[in-house]
């Protein structure tokens, strides 16, 4: 599915190839702080899946607890999160942020990962539990 979004500023504007059946949401402490809640939630794309359509977004490479090395990209503007890729080597797939696109009330969440750093306020997700460390 063809899918349009943009930062909260409208300096990145980009279409994405979204599978509405892949999308997740991580409960890992990096997704908590880089996105600023609880949870973040994502949908894939390959990366010619991912037109930039205005503006070009800034990268920052963190280093996940898993030793990974992930690039964040986002508004350098506004700092809107706009995608996350493996920073080298293996398939390189974007994961969306979900926030951003403009259709997202029709991309539901079907798996959660890392559980065990779920904060325990947040309701049960109807969603399926496929795993990853704290």
């Keep these: 599915m063809r899918?349009?979004?943009?930062?909260?500023?409208?300096?990145?504007?980009?279409?994405?190839?979204i599978d509405p059946q892949?999308?997740?949401v991580c409960h890992c402490t990096d997704c908590q702080t880089l996105s600023g809640s609880a949870y973040r939630t994502?949908?894939?794309?390959?990366?010619d899946g991912l037109t930039l359509?205005?503006?070009?977004?800034?990268?920052?490479?963190?280093?996940?607890?898993?030793?990974?090395e992930r690039q964040q990209s986002f508004c350098p503007t506004c700092g809107t999160p706009?995608?996350?890729?493996p920073n080298a080597g293996g398939p390189k797939v974007y994961g969306v942020r979900v926030g951003?696109?403009?259709?997202?009330?029709?991309?539901?969440?079907?798996k959660?990962?890392?559980?065990?750093s779920r904060l325990d306020w947040?309701?049960?997700?109807?969603?399926?539990?496929?795993?990853?460390?704290?």
């Design 112 to 116: 959660q990962y890392y559980c065990g």
């Design 3 to 17: 899918m349009t979004g943009r930062c909260h500023c409208g300096g990145i504007e980009y279409e994405a190839d």
């Design 100 to 110: 951003t696109l403009d259709n997202r009330r029709e991309l539901v969440p079907s």
């Design 53 to 68: 359509l205005k503006g070009e977004p800034a990268v920052y490479v963190k280093i996940a607890d898993s030793g990974r």
């Design 122 to 134: 947040l309701p049960l997700m109807q969603a399926e539990d496929i795993g990853g460390d704290v």
């Design 82 to 85: 706009i995608y996350s890729a």
């Design 22 to 24: 892949d999308v997740i």
């Design 42 to 47: 994502v949908a894939f794309t390959a990366p």
